[in-house]
Structure formats: structure tokens, C-alpha cells
């Protein structure tokens, strides 16, 4: 099974840092291909976001600023190729 994840994003980077690795980990263990698009609503700090998805192979998209969860949910999904 081949699959986008797309994740709207607002100010919660720590959380996301800790949660995502447990969740596509089990993706992949479950043999589907996953294409993870992270859609950054406005947050004020990202760079350890950036930086981790840089190194993972993660799609970040951002916002100038906070335009709502669903401009991101369509950002995101405008974005996937999957």
C-alpha cells in the first residue's frame, strides 16, 4: 500500500519529533510506502523541525503565517503525489 501522510502543524514540533519515527516505523514495518508532507501553520520556531526532516527524508511545507488547519490539511494534500 502506498499512502501521503500529511500532518498540519502549529507550534507543536517537540511533540511531532517524538510521535512521527513511532508511527512511520510501524508503517513501514506493515510493508506500506509512506510519503510524510508536514505543513508548518505560521509556527514561530522550526529549526529542529527542519533540520530533522531534512535528515528523514520528510517533506516539510510552510506558511508564512497561520492560515488555519484546514489550509494546511489542503496544502498538503495539494502537495501529494501518492
Known amino acids: 500500500m502506498r499512502f501521503s501522510l500529511i500532518i498540519p502543524s502549529y507550534n507543536n514540533a517537540h511533540e511531532l519529533l517524538q510521535e512521527l519515527p513511532a508511527l512511520l516505523r510501524y508503517c513501514l514495518e506493515s510493508g506500506w510506502k509512506v510519503e510524510t508532507i508536514i505543513v508548518d501553520d ?6 529542529n523541525l ?7 527524508g520528510w517533506r516539510l511545507i510552510r506558511h508564512e503565517k497561520n492560515l ?4 494546511a490539511v489542503r496544502t498538503g494534500m495539494l502537495a501529494a503525489s501518492e
Open 50 to 56: 527542519a533540520d530533522r526532516c531534512s535528515q528523514e
Open 42 to 47: 505560521g509556527s514561530v520556531a522550526l529549526s
Open 68 to 71: 488555519g488547519k484546514g489550509a
